[in-house]
């Protein structure tokens, strides 16, 4: 059977990261991402997540704790479009996923936006490593959705290939717009 969305999400990077890896969940939510990086980079590796609500951070600590995943694992209550100030200058990051819209079950007026979504993805390729992937997952059917979808689009569709493989997935038949996901792989 054809994975999902979040399956493949997981399948792309769970086959790059090793233990000792460094890795951005750029939309931490209630910590599906942030959890199942933690427990690919190891004690060894760092996640750093992201979230500008404080309901995701509390969520995300009590799971990490639940599954001792603490070690490796910085929760971050701050946008993503601040991202570099958490990283030193010549770390390399082997792995960043982000999961746009709005909490589920939450506030949806708090929503990812395009310039910032943007700016997260101009620092993380400034420090995205060989072969390192960025995957995005873009749910686009909320008010504000369709605006970073394009943001998205474009920007993908404009990263040199010499630079860049940039992947698009996506069920074609599928009603009330499933979830788009994109993956940027440094060369
Ligand atoms: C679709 S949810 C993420 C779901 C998450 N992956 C999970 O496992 O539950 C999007 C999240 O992005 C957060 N968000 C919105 N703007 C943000 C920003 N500028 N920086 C970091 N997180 C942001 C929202 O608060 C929300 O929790």
């Known amino acids: 059977m054809l994975q999902n969305a979040l399956q493949f999400s997981h399948a792309l990077l769970k086959e790059i990261l090793t233990d000792h890896d460094h890795a951005v969940d750029a939309t931490m939510g209630n910590g599906n991402d ?7 980079v190891k004690p060894n590796g760092k996640v750093y997540a992201f979230d500008i609500q ?3 951070l ?3 600590k009590q799971r990490l704790i639940e599954q001792e995943l603490t070690e490796q694992t910085k929760l971050i209550f701050d946008g993503h479009e601040h991202l570099e100030n958490y990283l030193t200058k010549d770390e390399t990051i082997k792995a960043a996923i982000f999961n746009l819209g709005y909490l589920p079950k939450s506030d949806k007026t708090v929503i990812t936006l395009p310039n910032t979504t943007k700016q997260a993805l101009d620092t993380l390729l400034r420090h995205l490593s060989y072969k390192g992937r960025i995957v995005i997952v873009s749910y686009y059917g909320h008010a504000g959705g369709k605006e970073e979808l ?3 689009e474009k920007y ?3 990263l040199p290939q010499e630079s860049y493989n940039v992947l698009q997935y996506q069920f074609m038949n599928q009603k009330n717009q499933p979830p788009i996901l994109f993956c940027i792989e440094k060369k």
């Open 150 to 152: 394009n943001m998205i």
């Open 54 to 56: 404080e309901q995701a």
């Open 58 to 60: 509390q969520k995300t």
């Open 34 to 40: 942030t959890l199942f990086l933690a427990k690919a």
């Open 156 to 158: 993908c569709q404009n």
